[in-house]
């Protein structure tokens, strides 16, 4: 009796080499360049915390080791402090042995589930639901990124609320102020503003006598999607309600004064084919690290928006 | 199956070495108790480098009404209910336990070297072991009614410091 033999070289080729390819363009393609009739759920999106830390791959020689274990990690240096101090003419200068503080980061691993299907099933479907798993999953990697980031920030306010928690009543103008001058106030550049989508709707209540007529006028006609700042301040918007309160903006300080984002691998499609069943996963190795703790302000509205 | 129905099988896969009946992967009560603080096991220090905890691959936890992982006592049966105790294969102790917060263990059966029990006990091949904070001890009396569950391996107590234990699924019995 006849029969065909399939390895697992040649079972990669059974499932389409777009499915591949789209992985091996990871993270930057969109959702919504999708061409597919499958009706969406919820609007997926890429991670936030990837356009406030831009991320880094490491190579194995820039891992740093430690003698206790084998996990992976990344020393960083900070910015040695220093002083000047001024002296009568007769003066000289105190000797001061200098030293720089250092941070790490360490590196985790984000996996989807192992996604499992008879190819047989798979017949049924007429759209290419693998494609659409793999890429989906890829973004709900990108959700879990935004929600350990979340979490990062929220811990170092959580030590230090008084400072770094601003709480007002509304979304005006001296809200912002207000938090923008508590980053200054420590000497912290302000670099961009994170919030959702949701609150950033909020703009459109800004008043001509707030924003000038011009603006107002703007927002009444165009909407404010095309808005990238508010106050010269870059805004990143973020869909996931569910992830960054929407009752909260993040400021923080540019990347340089506030911490890393490494990777030891982007994120990658493992797929394999045993017999009729097929088999795939996506998985990836970031590490985030925030070494600058003042260098970011929550802000916190007492409302959500309606 | 039909596609109306919501059963789906969400166990996570065994790991070489440790073939366990189930594994979880779950937040520690510790990391937890810290995050709310702000200062605590995973949460970054004043240099920005994430706390280590406390919680060690080999020792013993269980869920608590939070959702969270803390370190297990085996319960005595005539006063208080059962519980699923699981061993932890990589803790919050670590780089990336500390990064993550979250602690991977599993439910047995399963066979594992252990520094995890208690030092105070006498360890005989066979004998019934129960859990107190997290470490591997001694079933003292028959009728204590604590919760059993592994037992001393072959191998016992070896001069090295490493307890041999056969972790058993379930309870052997109070």
Redesign the interface.
């Given at each position: 009796m006849n029969y065909q033999t399939e390895t697992p070289q040649a079972s990669a080729q059974f499932v389409n080499q777009s499915f591949v390819h789209m992985i091996e363009a990871g993270r930057t393609k969109e959702a919504a360049d999708e061409s597919t009739a499958f009706i969406r759920e919820i609007v997926r999106q890429e991670a936030a915390v990837r356009e406030v830390l831009v991320p880094v791959g490491l190579a194995d020689d820039q891992i740093d080791r430690d003698e206790r274990t084998d996990e992976p990690k990344k020393i960083v240096e900070k910015e040695p402090q220093s002083l000047a101090t001024f002296v009568e003419f007769q003066g000289t200068p105190q000797a001061w042995w200098f030293k720089g503080p250092r941070y790490a980061v360490y590196f985790g691993k984000i996996i989807s589930p192992e996604f499992v299907k008879s190819k047989f099933q798979l017949m049924t479907y007429q759209n290419d639901i693998r494609k659409i798993l793999a890429d989906n999953s890829v973004k709900d990697m990108a959700d879990v990124e935004d929600r350990f980031w979340r979490r990062t920030n929220v811990l170092i306010v959580n030590k230090n609320p008084g400072l770094q928690r601003t709480s007002v009543p509304a979304f005006t103008s001296s809200a912002f102020k207000k938090a923008f001058q508590a980053l200054l106030l420590r000497r912290r550049p302000i670099g961009k503003m994170l919030m959702t989508k949701s609150l950033f709707m909020e703009a459109i209540d800004l008043p001509a006598t707030s924003v000038g007529n011009a603006i107002a006028e703007a927002h009444y006609r165009d909407g404010i999607e095309n808005e990238e700042r508010f106050w010269g301040i870059p805004v990143i918007s973020t869909i996931k309600t569910d992830i960054y309160d929407p009752r909260e903006c993040w400021i923080y300080s540019p990347q340089n004064f506030l911490g890393n984002f490494f990777l030891l691998q982007d994120a990658t499609l493992y797929i394999k084919q045993e017999a009729d069943k097929i088999m795939f996963h996506t998985y990836s190795s970031p590490g985030i690290g925030v070494g600058n703790r003042l260098s970011l302000q929550q802000l916190v509205f007492a409302a959500p928006p309606p | 199956m039909k596609l109306s129905n919501k059963y789906t099988p969400t166990g996570m896969?065994p790991m070489p070495g440790a073939r366990a009946g189930l594994w979880l992967s779950c937040k520690a009560q510790e990391v937890a108790t810290?995050?709310?603080?702000?200062?605590g096991p995973?949460?970054?220090d004043?240099?920005?480098?994430?706390t280590p905890g406390t919680v060690v691959p080999g020792s013993l936890v269980e869920i608590n009404a939070s959702g969270n992982l803390q370190l297990a006592t085996s319960p005595d049966w005539t006063a208080a209910m059962p519980k699923m105790i699981f061993c932890v294969f990589s803790g919050d102790d670590?780089?990336?336990g500390?990064?993550?917060g979250d602690l991977l263990c599993y439910h047995g059966g399963g066979r594992l070297d252990t520094q995890q029990y208690n030092p105070a006990g006498s360890y005989v091949p066979g004998m019934p072991l129960i859990a107190s904070a997290g470490l591997f001890t001694p079933k003292v009396a028959a009728n204590d009614h604590f919760q059993v569950i592994a037992v001393v391996g072959p191998k016992g107590l070896s001069t090295n410091g490493v307890l041999d234990v056969l972790l058993c699924q379930g309870s052997l019995g109070a």
């Open positions: - | 896969e810290a995050e709310a603080a702000g200062v995973s949460v970054p004043d240099e920005g480098t994430p670590d780089f990336s500390s990064l993550v």
